[in-house]
């Protein structure tokens, strides 16, 4: 926030020129203040980077924020929150924030244990789309935190789609619309529950080439 004030106050100096002495200190010093905090937070984004790689070794998750998103000019990844996304492709924002690249739609149950049976799919996918920025619904277990895993191991930027809970009951069904808006390139839903049914049913009907797993299709939990 100080980084974008400094640069704010920056771009308005350049655009009302004056040729006094105090003009141009108040120019550099605003100038050095950029940098500065530019400096800082690149600084501060490599400790996080540096342990949140820590924390998905030891773990085998990817570690994200609480709230909003973790961006990084060091990390080819990056966990981006939906409102984010969607505010920053209005806005034209950085790069980190509105990743270009083909939408890969995600979504599945809570209860699934057979990671390699996504894992080989979503390889699939990435090897013939491989600036693909995958859209999951963001859950916290099961399928979708399986996905996320994949990414973070993969190098894969991911947009979470989280539930917007002041649609109330109608919240699922509206992040459904949303991914959908995005027009994505391909989809994967795996078996849970009547939101993934809705999910697949909008994809379809959109036209978008849709990966369907069934619970069944699963290797036993041992084996897995």
Same mark, same amino acid.
């Given at each position: ?37 530019? &400096?800082?937070? %690149? ?24 709230? &909003? ?28 924030? %509105? ?17 390699? *049976? ?5 390889? +699939? ?8 920025? *995958?859209?999951?619904?963001? +859950? ?27 649609? &109330? ?24 529950? &009547? ?30």
């Amino acid at each position: 926030g100080r980084e974008d004030d400094a640069a704010r106050k920056l771009g308005e100096l350049a655009r009302t020129f004056d040729p006094s002495e105090i003009y141009a200190n108040e120019l550099e010093d605003t100038q050095l203040l950029c940098q500065t905090l530019e &400096g800082c937070r %690149a600084a501060m984004e490599c400790m996080r980077d540096h342990a949140a790689e820590i924390y998905r070794v030891e773990t085998g998750q990817p570690f994200s924020t609480v709230k &909003g998103s973790r961006v990084s000019t060091k990390l080819s990844a990056s966990m981006i929150d939906a409102r984010d996304y969607l505010a920053s492709r209005a806005r034209t924002r950085r790069e980190q924030f %509105a990743p270009e690249g083909p939408v890969v739609a995600f979504s599945g149950g809570q209860e699934w244990h057979d990671h390699e *049976l996504l894992w080989d799919r979503l390889d +699939q996918i990435a090897k013939r789309i491989p600036e693909m920025v *995958l859209a999951t619904t963001a +859950q916290a277990k099961g399928c979708d935190a399986i996905a996320t895993a994949w990414a973070a191991s993969r190098g894969i930027k991911v947009v979470q789609f989280k539930l917007d809970r002041s649609q &109330g009951n109608r919240a699922a069904f509206v992040r459904n619309d949303r991914i959908v808006n995005l027009k994505p390139v391909e989809a994967i839903v795996c078996e849970g529950s &009547g939101i993934q049914s809705n999910f697949a049913q909008k994809l379809r009907a959109a036209g978008v080439p849709l990966h369907i797993f069934r619970r069944a299709q699963q290797r036993s939990a041992a084996a897995a």
